[in-house]
């Protein structure tokens, strides 16, 4: 089997969906820090994509900035897919570790991430007119990036195609579930926050009268 570089191997299983990730498996390869590279490049792609799209084909964005909606977008979104896919298939017999989900996970996403840049790019040098070209590369990227997850998650838990499908669709319930969690787990401390404030400030009110 080949011997390829860490950057060589993101793009053996980018371009080949089919076996790309058997042979990661089987050669044990894949990095945190190419992970970690793009899950930064997406963050910043998607940041990108919201702020400074083409005016002619987007909406002028607000003028105050905030970073929090785009690292949900991203970077929350992807470790609750990890720890959602982790957690399941360790209940379906998965053979892959969290390392291997997150490293195979991110990879899939190069495509995508790819198209994010492509069509900020595009938006500044193409008509309104030819905007269909925009929307071709986002399926594009979309389908594919879609096609290598389940090619991703199937050979690192060794699953069927039933089986990845199930596991996908069980994945999408966990994270909605942890989401919602996490949502309701901020919303608590917010709540906590005020009331501790509240009294706070009551008290310095009460001392200085």
Not at 96 to 110: D, E, Q, W
Not at 113 to 124: C, F, G, N, T
Not at 143 to 169: D, E, G, M, N
Not at 184 to 209: D, G, H, I
Request: with cysteine; glycine share 6%; proline share 2%.
């Amino acid at each position: 089997m080949m011997d390829l570089t860490a950057g060589q191997w993101v793009v053996h299983a980018v371009t080949h969906p089919a076996e790309g990730f058997e042979d990661m498996r089987w050669k044990k390869a894949g990095s945190l820090k190419i992970t970690a590279v793009i899950l930064l490049l997406w963050f910043a792609g998607a940041i990108l994509h919201g702020r400074m799209y083409g005016f002619q084909f987007f909406a002028v964005p607000e003028k105050v900035f905030n970073i929090v909606p785009f690292l949900v977008q991203t970077v929350v979104i992807f470790l609750a897919w990890v720890i959602g896919n982790w957690s399941v298939c360790t209940l379906l017999d998965g053979e892959g570790n969290m390392r291997n989900i997150a490293v195979y996970s991110a990879y899939a996403l190069v495509p995508y991430v790819v198209s994010l840049y492509a069509e900020v790019l595009l938006s500044h040098i193409l008509i309104r007119d030819e905007g269909i070209f925009l929307q071709i590369i986002s399926v594009t990227g979309t389908l594919w990036t879609a096609v290598l997850l389940f090619s991703a998650i199937r050979s690192v838990h060794q699953y069927t195609a039933f089986k990845t499908v199930l596991a996908v669709l069980l994945t999408i319930a966990a994270m909605l579930i942890m989401l919602f969690l996490l949502v309701l787990a901020l919303s608590l401390l917010q709540n906590v926050w005020l009331f501790v404030y509240s009294v706070f400030t009551e008290l310095m009110y009460r001392l200085k009268v």
